[in-house]
């Protein structure tokens, strides 16, 4: 039984600080996806909250012949696609309100370091779904195979996705070398 | 009509003593005659704007009460009130675009979020029409819930427009969407838990056919 | 390798660094979770009967449900909607509708599981949003919070405010009910719909 399924059953047991391991052991792998994924920080938090309460409240249905660490992927992947979904409407009706009636400054997220800032600008400027599978494919370095068991998408769309994502990223280059 | 399932006359002694407790909540919601003054005067003020507006546009403006005092009960700053009633307003003034004004006040509002969790104004309106009988409530509801989970939208959209157009009950949207939701709950992609759940359908839906329940569920024993 | 491709991997090497996490994360999430109730095993027999959890119930057909398995509900007359409500986090909710009161009301019974709550209310569309208005009652036997109310028909929004024993609140949307999209007031909703409406 691997060190993930151990804790998981002692959890089952009744063991709840057993589940502190698996957070810690997973925590900041997720928290890199999820802020590469959501470009800032506070959605990235909710986005971990909830996948480690989901993945807590559903730990019954976890069957040992699956990887933890994928099972736990796959209801991360989720949680930041739908906390894209509801950002992107609440980034709308901002907008909306804000051409009507406010004029308060732009918020923009906080970050350190140059390069991060940067290379998040960047990843931000990809479609979701291309930028979704840039990660999983590169930053994560998972299989095309478990990329798809992962995201619902099939191989040959998500190999397509993440070749579009490159190509942007190499047009984006041409642009800047040009400059 | 009284119904009484066999299931439940095994536990019909236990009714004179519910409702004996839920006699009880019926005195807690005597209406409180000014509940807007729970808001700061100017933010009362920019409401009741808004509301007036609503009045003379002809659209509900109960909701919009309600949107100003969720917000004062969560403690929202008042410039979030003020936009998430006037998103309620604008809303409103979609929906009566998109499917008429002759709603009742849950079409009104599982409209108004379904305009709000990105359903386009184009979407809605296939909603539009002869839907006397049909459930229009609840396939908003669905529909809203969906993209909220993560759904894509188009997809949400029409496999609800779908099943709305054959006919399908409100039983039919309850196990559709009580299905996927534990199929996400279980770790599934959204989008691919309402694409297998929704090929569970019949061809053709016909009035009066159910989708598989739920696993937990039981066979439908009411009615 | 082409310039291009090398400024992709570049991107790939930077997006792989490791973030910065904030050292209290873990245990923010470790707060919510012990709020939870302990998970169980799939299939694990009938245990779960006796202990308040998610029931996927229909408008029609959840009742009987209610009542046979968890044994507090029983109904008589014109069968309407409802819902079970939970723990800022965790599945549970035990619905039981009960008898109509008057023609058109139904009462719709609220559950939540928050057993280290000190108090928690429901609060929606239908106590015009007021947070002292429909307190829940702690049954007896722990953390189990319930209260039963008359809805007229339609589509109601609720939400649960749990105050904490260090006097924290928290807005709980039913994860067992359908959610009304998020607006930009803090917290999600819930939706519960009460048989009889036109639609």
Redesign the interface.
């Known amino acids: 039984m691997s060190e993930d399924a151990a804790d998981v059953q002692r959890?089952?047991s009744?063991d709840?600080d057993a589940?502190?391991k698996l957070?810690?052991r997973y925590?900041?792998r997720c928290?890199?996806f999820a802020?590469?994924m959501l470009g800032n920080r506070d959605d990235a938090?909710d986005a971990?909250?909830s996948t480690?309460?989901?993945a807590?409240?559903?730990?019954?249905?976890y069957q040992e012949r699956d990887r933890f660490s994928a099972?736990l992927y796959?209801?991360l992947?989720?949680?930041c696609?739908?906390i894209a979904?509801?950002r992107?409407?609440?980034e709308?009706?901002?907008v909306?309100?804000e051409a009507?009636?406010?004029n308060?400054p732009d918020k923009r997220p906080a970050w350190?370091g140059e390069?991060?800032e940067f290379?998040q600008r960047?990843?931000n400027e990809l479609d979701p779904l291309l930028r979704e599978a840039?990660?999983l494919k590169?930053?994560e370095e998972l299989s095309y195979e478990e990329m798809a068991a992962?995201?619902?998408?099939g191989v040959s769309a998500l190999k397509m996705r993440v070749k579009r994502a490159?190509d942007r990223?190499?047009e984006?280059?041409?642009r800047i070398?040009d400059d | 009509m009284m119904v009484v399932s066999s299931r439940t006359s095994r536990f019909i002694a236990y009714a004179a003593m519910l409702s004996a407790v839920a006699l009880q909540p019926l005195a807690l919601f005597a209406q409180d005659p000014d509940p807007l003054s729970r808001l700061d005067p100017n933010t009362r003020f920019t409401v009741e704007v808004i509301i007036d507006s609503a009045r003379v546009a002809g659209v509900p403006t109960r909701p919009l009460t309600l949107k100003a005092l969720e917000g004062s009960a969560k403690h929202a700053d008042n410039r979030h009130i003020i936009a998430a009633v006037r998103s309620v307003f604008h809303a409103e003034l979609d929906v009566r675009v998109a499917l008429g004004s002759a709603l009742d006040e849950s079409e009104w509002t599982s409209a108004v979020s379904a305009l709000q969790s990105g359903v386009p104004l184009e979407v809605l309106s296939k909603f539009r029409g002869d839907h006397a009988g049909k459930p229009l409530t609840r396939a908003l509801v669905v529909m809203t819930d969906l993209i909220q989970r993560g759904v894509p939208m188009s997809e949400a959209s029409s496999a609800i427009m779908q099943l709305w157009q054959r006919g399908a009950e409100d039983g039919d949207f309850y196990g559709l969407w009580k299905n996927v939701e534990q199929d996400i709950l279980s770790g599934q992609n959204p989008g691919s838990a309402l694409q297998q759940r929704i090929r569970e359908y019949p061809g053709r839906l016909t009035p009066g056919s159910k989708i598989p329940p739920a696993s937990q569920e039981p066979d439908n024993s009411s009615s | 390798m082409t310039e291009q491709d090398a400024y992709v991997a570049w991107m790939a090497r930077e997006a792989k660094r490791p973030v910065a996490v904030d050292p209290m994360a873990v245990e923010r999430v470790m707060a919510r979770v012990r709020l939870e109730p302990r998970p169980r095993r799939r299939g694990a027999g009938w245990g779960w009967l006796v202990e308040p959890r998610a029931l996927p119930l229909s408008p029609a057909l959840g009742a009987a449900l209610a009542a046979g398995l968890v044994g507090i509900g029983a109904f008589i007359g014109h069968m309407q909607n409802d819902r079970g409500g939970q723990n800022p986090t965790g599945r549970s909710p035990t619905v039981a509708p009960q008898p109509p009161l008057a023609s058109h009301d139904t009462i719709i019974k609220f559950v939540l599981v928050a057993p280290h709550a000190a108090t928690v209310s429901v609060v929606g569309d239908f106590n015009d949003w007021d947070a002292q208005a429909t307190p829940m009652k702690r049954t007896p036997t722990g953390g189990t919070w319930s209260v039963a109310i008359p809805l007229r028909p339609g589509r109601h929004v609720y939400a649960f405010v749990v105050n904490g024993a260090n006097g924290g609140t928290q807005w709980v949307a039913d994860p067992t009910a359908p959610l009304a999209p998020e607006d930009g007031l803090g917290a999600p909703n819930s939706v519960v719909l009460v048989g009889g409406s036109a639609s």
């Open positions: 959890v089952l009744g709840v589940y502190a957070v810690d925590y900041d928290a890199r802020i590469r938090e971990l909250q480690f309460l989901r807590y409240r559903a730990l019954g249905r099972w796959r209801i992947v989720n949680q696609r739908s979904a509801r992107s409407h609440r709308r009706v901002f909306r309100e009507l009636l406010l308060a350190s390069d991060e290379v960047v990843l840039f990660l590169y930053v992962l995201t619902g998408a490159c990223l190499r984006r280059w041409e070398r």
